[in-house]
């Protein structure tokens, strides 16, 4: 292998792992749209509060 392919290979496993940590801090701090409990009445309360 070349000089450039290993610096190729080098910065794209560099890369990755950054995008993978990135990725995981992300999903770590957010919550699942559908394990919200009570998602019915916070609707109903939305949109009475946008009809005033």
Not at 21 to 48: A, C, M, Q
Request: no cysteine; aromatic share 12%; net charge positive.
């Amino acid at each position: 292998m070349t000089k450039n392919k290993k610096i190729f290979l080098a910065l794209f496993i560099i890369f990755m792992a950054i995008m993978l940590w990135i990725g995981y801090d992300i999903s770590r701090r957010t919550t699942f749209p559908g394990s919200k409990g009570n998602l019915k009445e916070r609707i109903s309360t939305e949109t009475e509060s946008d009809k005033k």
